[in-house]
C-alpha cells in the first residue's frame, strides 16, 4: 500500500526554521513525489514548492528564498527546508504524489509560527 508520511512540523518563533520530511514506501517512487501543499483554517490548500521527476523545483512566490525542497532518493524521501519563517506560514503542510494516474496524500504535519 502506498504511503506518503510526513514530519518535521512543530512551534517556531518568527524567524526560526523547520525541515519538514516526507517518505515514501509501498511502492511509490521517491520522483514521483511531486511537492508539499499547505493548508492553513479558512484557506484553500495551495501548492508551496513542486518538484519535477528530473528535479526542477518551483516555489509560491511567498516563500522564495526562504524555503528549499530537495530530493534524497536513497532513502525515498523528499525535504522541505523552512528559514526565516513568518507568522503567515503557519498551516497544516502535506505531502502529494503521483503515479500510474493516482494521487496520494500524506497525513499531513502541523507547522506554527508565533509572532
Known amino acids: 500500500q502506498v504511503q506518503l508520511v510526513e514530519s518535521g512540523g512543530g512551534l517556531v518563533q518568527a524567524g526560526g526554521s523547520l525541515r519538514l520530511s516526507c517518505v515514501a514506501s509501498?511502492?511509490?517512487?521517491?520522483?514521483?513525489?511531486r511537492g508539499w501543499y499547505r493548508q492553513a483554517p479558512g484557506s484553500q490548500r495551495e501548492l508551496v514548492a513542486g518538484i519535477t521527476v528530473r528535479g526542477k523545483t518551483s516555489y509560491v512566490e511567498s516563500v522564495k528564498g526562504r524555503f528549499t525542497l530537495s530530493r534524497d532518493n536513497a532513502v525515498n524521501t523528499v525535504y522541505l527546508q523552512m528559514d526565516i519563517l513568518k507568522p503567515e506560514d503557519t498551516a497544516k503542510y502535506y505531502c502529494?504524489?503521483?503515479?500510474?494516474?493516482?494521487?496520494?496524500w500524506g497525513q499531513g504535519t502541523q507547522v506554527t509560527v508565533s509572532s
Open positions: 509501498g511502492g511509490l517512487f521517491t520522483s514521483n513525489i
Open positions: 502529494y504524489g503521483q503515479q500510474y494516474a493516482r494521487d496520494y
